[in-house]
């Protein structure tokens, strides 16, 4: 059973920082892409950075210069460090990542979320 847990959420006011980290655990055979998606209320879940499992990398427009995506392939572990947060970042944020938990192949996982609040 593969899970994917993530941590790292919570208040923060305009301007702050925040790191999120997603692990990946359980049978896992191999792990190529991961990422994060948001969710605010009322809206549809949106991309916010990808990283192959090569570390290219690929952010939505509203978060360049902003996020930086990274993973430790050696822990499983993927990471989004946010800085210069706005009050407008503020969602549900949640890891994905494609996983084969056996050489037959792989699919998609999704973490349970974790809540991001930026005050003005």
């Known amino acids: 059973q593969v899970q994917l847990v993530e941590s790292g959420g919570g208040l923060v006011q305009a301007g702050g920082s925040l790191r999120l980290s997603c692990a990946a655990s359980g049978s896992i055979f191999s792990i190529n892409g991961m990422g994060w998606y948001r969710q605010a209320p009322g809206k549809q879940r949106e991309l916010v950075a990808t990283i192959t499992n090569g570390g290219s990398t690929n952010y939505a427009d509203s978060v360049k210069g902003r996020f930086t995506i990274s993973r430790d392939n050696a822990k499983n572990t993927v990471y989004l460090q946010m800085n210069s947060l706005k009050p407008e970042d503020t969602a549900v944020y949640y890891c994905?990542?494609?996983?084969?938990?056996?050489?037959?192949?792989?699919?998609?996982?999704w973490g349970q979320g974790t809540q991001v609040t930026v005050s003005s």
């Open positions: 994905n990542a494609e996983i084969a938990p056996d050489y037959r192949g792989s699919r998609r996982y």
